[in-house]
């Protein structure tokens, strides 16, 4: 099993729809983030969470939410879905104290 | 924020030695230097870090300057599963705001 999981891995909806998106984590990590990549383009930081009481904005964090519902769980909320928001969405976790992140296998999301 | 400025692409024959430049003019003295990669469809994974002397690890050395200005990722001997795109990355209070540049698309030709 993967030690990041993202679900869905790829969904397709309509504008104005509430999407949410889930990260969930077996690694015992503190830290976790989620970013978005559009096609060419590296990845942006939309929120991260430090731990259960703690969330910050990214780079991008307009017309999205996150929920961090418990250590290993973090989600991304979209709540009304516009077209512009289509992208490939990753999830990723590390320790507290620093050092590498590990990266979930994206969640492609396309809105009509 | 601390930023980092990379090429934008760079080619490599396979089975060459591979200097990747980063520079971070603006780095503090407590921001670690972060090297990820992203292959084609997958998401980003950790190359290695380090903070003021050099690193090697079993992917790729990391060669920091005295300064810590700029560093270069060493990638000893390339090949084609290496070809992807290159982040350079200052990690700040512990992975506060984990910011992505745009990267080094690395081509590496047969």
């Known amino acids: 099993d993967a030690d990041v999981t993202q679900t869905p891995r790829n969904r397709i909806t309509k504008t104005g729809k509430r999407i949410m998106l889930e990260c969930s984590q077996t690694?015992?990590?503190?830290?976790m983030y989620w970013y978005r990549q559009d096609p060419g383009l590296g990845l942006r930081l939309i929120y991260y969470?430090?731990?259960?009481?703690?969330?910050n904005k990214g780079e991008i964090s307009d017309g999205y939410s996150v929920s961090r519902q418990a250590q290993a769980k973090f989600s991304l909320s979209l709540e009304s879905a516009i077209p512009n928001q289509t992208a490939l969405y990753f999830c990723?976790?590390?320790?507290?104290?620093?050092?590498?992140?590990?990266f979930g296998e994206g969640s492609r999301l396309t809105v009509l | 924020d601390a930023k980092t400025t990379q090429p934008n692409s760079m080619e490599s024959n396979e089975e060459e030695p591979v200097h990747l430049p980063c520079n971070h003019s603006?780095?503090?003295?407590?921001?670690?230097i972060h090297w990820y990669r992203q292959l084609p469809s997958q998401g980003p994974e950790y190359v290695i870090h380090?903070?003021?002397s050099n690193v090697n690890n079993r992917m790729a050395s990391l060669a920091i300057a005295e300064d810590r200005k700029s560093s270069t990722l060493i990638l000893h001997r390339a090949t084609l599963r290496d070809a992807a795109v290159y982040y350079c990355?200052?990690?700040?209070?512990?992975?506060?705001?984990?910011?992505f540049g745009p990267g080094t698309r690395l081509s590496v030709l047969p």
């Open positions: 990723a976790t590390g320790r507290l104290m620093g050092g590498e992140l590990f």
């Open positions: 690694k015992g990590h503190d830290r």
């Open positions: 969470s430090f731990d259960v009481k703690d969330i």
């Open positions: 603006t780095i503090s003295g407590t921001d670690y």
């Open positions: 380090g903070l003021t």
């Open positions: 990355i200052l990690e700040d209070n512990y992975g506060q705001n984990f910011v």
